[in-house]
């Protein structure tokens, strides 16, 4: 009898545990449920993550901000809220490209002396460097020839007078370098951020095309660079000036994605000459750059649009290129670059200083013409400049000189300096806010974009929308790899660290994943997507995005075999490399990839497919 009661005592308990199982089940569901209702998302749990309800992300803190603002075009497209519409604009510009004189492609531009008696002309002559990460060299090839002695040299040259100033904006080139210099070069940059020398525009991993790539990768590579300032300069380096002055043409979304990222201020250069200087006849060049279907003004950034043809310094200094070109001092006769248009720069002393300043305040003056405000940006730089401690020497003091003098003539009427970016744009803030219209701005709003580019007469350039299909495909793959490998790889690692599983948890996925997400950043780089580089520098970024490609394989592999694993400490015993199958199989960088057929047998068996593209 007693033996009896113990087994039916015995039952009732394994029921009474059953229930409480089943019932702490219903409870998550609920709660993953309310939390999905509050997040106003889906919350796919997929076919990986049975029974993970209760360790997963927490959802609020990862998910980004969406403004209720910005989904408003579905209810209300249609509205065009803009004083520059570009779809307009392209059927009101003849295109008829007459000579412009010295502007080739503009036109006169004339000025009345007196002008700036009442408010000087305030000019920010720029320095900076562009670096291609990859194009006539590769990546590498280029930091081991140029880049590393640019950013060793800028150390040491700005610190020698604090009136210098300098810009940067490719991460993937600064971390490079930072990994190999010592703390003293890394303490001596932090200062010269701190202190306003040094700026970091825009800051994505390159200075991406705007064409080619995927939003997915444009806002990956941002946030790599983005984080990479972060975690290593920790000073409050928060870029807030987008600076995109080589790729061809330029994309809204770009405007979008940079205004959400925390950006107030960009500037863009390779536009359409006749857009330039259709802009430039109505003083258009700086606006308030607003997506077409916001019927607000929540999109709105500000935008500078450069006006010449080229971001070198013959063409940033003012119209005349054949002046502009004789105040770049890296081309001071004995040099190894002259200037195309037969006239050498003059190293400046007493003697030259009066007539050779004269000279340059005219070409600001009449840049300044372009534009609303009194205050005029002169960007001082091109590809790969700076790497010689010479230049620094040449441009700087050279400029010192000019600057002094200028400065100490009241008749002149102008005050320039060295400046950042960001401090020509505050200074333009400032002027829009004085200018009096309190509550309107004196900048349009405009909406569109500003493709196809062409450069001069009929040269467009539509050819790398399409240029080396290869890569560009392989791309995409391996940005949803990407996206696979990241989720697969957080979720199993939450269960790795639950259960101690020591070979997941010592792999080295995570820096496989970082290599990854900067291989895919690399590759969005303006020569890189965009098919413009060399071939041997377009087998290096395939090189690099197949090595990649094949250690995410290895990452989703894993990551898939430990979630599925019912006890997950015989995660040691299996190998994921005969347990995964990709739909696609590729050899090498530059073979094609071969479909992988599933064959089923009669026996049965489990399949799993994880699809990220829902995720
Ligand atoms: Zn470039």
């Given at each position: ?25 219903i ?5 993953n ?52 519409q ?23 531009i004339t000025?009345?002396?007196h ?9 920010f ?29 800028m ?99 770009m ?6 990222a ?84 003059e ?9 050779r ?21 002169a ?19 050279n400029?010192?000189l ?6 100490s003539?009241?008749q ?15 200074a333009v ?5 004085k ?18 580019y ?13 240029s ?13 790899h ?24 010592a ?17 969005q ?38 979630l ?17 199958e ?17 064959r089923?047998s ?9 699809n990220?593209?829902?995720?």
């Amino acid at each position: 009898q007693l033996s009896m009661l113990q087994e039916k005592i015995d039952h009732l308990e394994r029921l009474l545990a059953e229930n409480n199982e089943i019932i702490s089940n219903i409870r998550d569901s609920v709660i993953n449920l309310s939390e999905s209702v509050e997040d106003g998302t889906k919350n796919s749990q997929g076919n990986i993550s049975q029974g993970a309800g209760s360790h997963r992300l927490p959802s609020q803190q990862l998910s980004l901000p969406v403004d209720p603002e910005d989904c408003l075009f579905a209810s209300q497209s249609g509205s065009q809220n803009s004083d520059v519409q570009m779809l307009d604009v392209y059927s009101l510009i003849p295109f008829d490209n007459p000579d412009g004189g010295v502007w080739k492609q503009g036109f006169d531009i004339t000025y009345e002396s007196h002008e700036w008696d009442t408010e000087s002309l305030q000019v920010f002559v720029v320095p900076h460097s562009h670096n291609d990460p990859g194009w006539l060299k590769t990546f590498d090839d280029y930091f081991r020839d140029k880049t590393q002695y640019m950013l060793n040299n800028m150390v040491i040259k700005l610190k020698e007078d604090s009136r210098r100033k300098f810009m940067w904006s490719e991460i993937s080139y600064l971390s490079k370098w930072w990994d190999v210099i010592d703390t003293q070069k890394k303490d001596a940059v932090k200062s010269l951020l701190e202190n306003g020398q040094l700026e970091i525009v825009t800051g994505g991993w390159v200075m991406p095309d705007e064409a080619g790539p995927h939003y997915f990768a444009l806002i990956d590579q941002l946030i790599e660079g983005h984080q990479w300032l972060e975690k290593n300069l920790a000073t409050g380096v928060k870029p807030r000036s987008g600076w995109a002055i080589d790729p061809f043409g330029h994309s809204p979304t770009m405007a979008y994605l940079l205004k959400r990222a925390g950006f107030s201020h960009m500037l863009i250069q390779r536009v359409h000459y006749a857009v330039k200087k259709n802009f430039a006849l109505h003083k258009t060049l700086e606006f308030f750059w607003r997506q077409n279907w916001d019927v607000g003004s929540v999109t709105d950034i500000f935008c500078h649009m450069m006006p010449f043809y080229s971001y070198d310094i013959p063409h940033t200094c003012g119209p005349d290129p054949k002046i502009c070109c004789q105040f770049d001092f890296k081309r001071l006769p004995g040099g190894r670059v002259g200037c195309p248009w037969g006239i050498p720069p003059e190293t400046i002393y007493p003697g030259n200083v009066q007539n050779r300043a004269q000279m340059l305040l005219d070409q600001y003056r009449k840049k300044s013409k372009l534009f609303q405000t009194k205050v005029v940006l002169a960007p001082l730089g091109d590809d790969f400049r700076y790497c010689e401690r010479t230049e620094w020497d040449q441009q700087f003091k050279n400029y010192q000189l000019l600057f002094d003098y200028m400065n100490s003539q009241p008749q002149f009427n102008v005050k320039i300096q060295f400046g950042t970016l960001s401090d020509y744009f505050d200074a333009v803030d400032k002027a829009d806010t004085k200018s009096g219209k309190s509550s309107q701005s004196m900048f349009p709003v405009l909406s569109g974009d500003f493709f196809t580019y062409a450069d001069r007469d009929d040269h467009y350039w539509s050819g790398y929308f399409t240029s080396r299909p290869f890569y560009k495909r392989m791309d995409r793959v391996m940005e949803s790899h990407l996206r696979d490998a990241e989720i697969l790889y957080y979720l199993a690692l939450r269960k790795a660290q639950k259960y101690k599983i020591s070979k997941f948890l010592a792999s080295s996925h995570y820096m496989a994943l970082t290599e990854a997400r900067r291989n895919l950043g690399l590759f969005q780089h303006h020569d890189a997507i965009t098919g413009t580089a060399k071939d041997w520098v377009v087998v290096d970024y395939g090189t690099r995005l197949f090595h990649s490609l094949m250690n995410l394989k290895k990452i989703i592999g894993d990551s898939a075999l430990l979630l599925i694993l019912k006890d997950k400490h015989t995660y040691d015993s299996y190998s994921s490399d005969n347990f995964l199958e990709m739909d696609l199989e590729q050899k090498s960088q530059d073979s094609l990839p071969q479909k992988n057929i599933i064959r089923l047998s009669v026996e049965p068996s489990y399949l799993v497919f994880i699809n990220s593209l829902v995720q």
